[in-house]
């Protein structure tokens, strides 16, 4: 059975959940795409190139990583479409702009001892200072862990559990 090309959403975020992939922002890219194609080629059976390029042009508010990232979700889109026959092309993501890389700083020891000294030096000073001693612990939960900022700050009360000697990260 025929569909049209914009009826295809479901049956692609399906087969990529049914592979193991993630269906979240697949499924959000896919379905605002083909909303695009259902309003400007409600009758094409089959994707093509001239139809999917205007889609592919950068918003002046998009920020290069969620440009790259919804290009990203169109190829594997694209590439899905043309193994069932639905598209003549497999978008090509070459005119993407470049990644940027970052190179983190990385602490040196006397660095690290400094600023948990720091901390631990401003919680002395003032003992009323609940927020002082909680920020030296969660620095240190950040860096010995190996947590990402927001997991050290979202950490609650409930999720330690020192009697079983874990933290539950969310």
């Known amino acids: 059975v025929m569909k049209y090309c914009w009826e295809y959403t479901s049956d692609y975020v399906d087969y990529r959940e049914g592979v193991g992939l993630d269906r979240r922002n697949s499924e959000y890219y896919v379905a605002v795409f083909s909303e695009y194609l ?5 009758e094409e059976t089959v994707l093509t190139k001239s139809m999917t390029m205007p889609w592919c042009i950068r918003k002046k508010s998009e920020k290069s990583c969620s440009y790259r990232k919804r290009m990203s979700v169109l190829r594997q889109f694209t590439l899905y479409l043309y193994g069932i026959k639905a598209s003549d092309f497999i978008l090509d993501t070459s005119f993407l702009p470049k990644v940027e890389t970052y190179t983190p700083y990385i602490f040196k020891d ?5 600023l ?8 002395n000073k003032d003992m009323g200072s609940i927020d002082k001693r909680e920020l030296s612990v969660v620095y240190r939960l950040i860096f010995f862990l190996g947590l990402r900022p927001n997991e050290g700050r979202e950490i609650k009360l409930d999720d330690v ?7 539950l990260i969310r």
């Open 161 to 167: 559990h020192l009697e079983d000697s874990y933290i």
């Open 116 to 123: 948990f000294d720091y901390f631990v030096d401003q919680s």
């Open 110 to 114: 006397e660095e690290l001892v400094g």
């Open 38 to 42: 259902k309003e400007s080629y409600p």
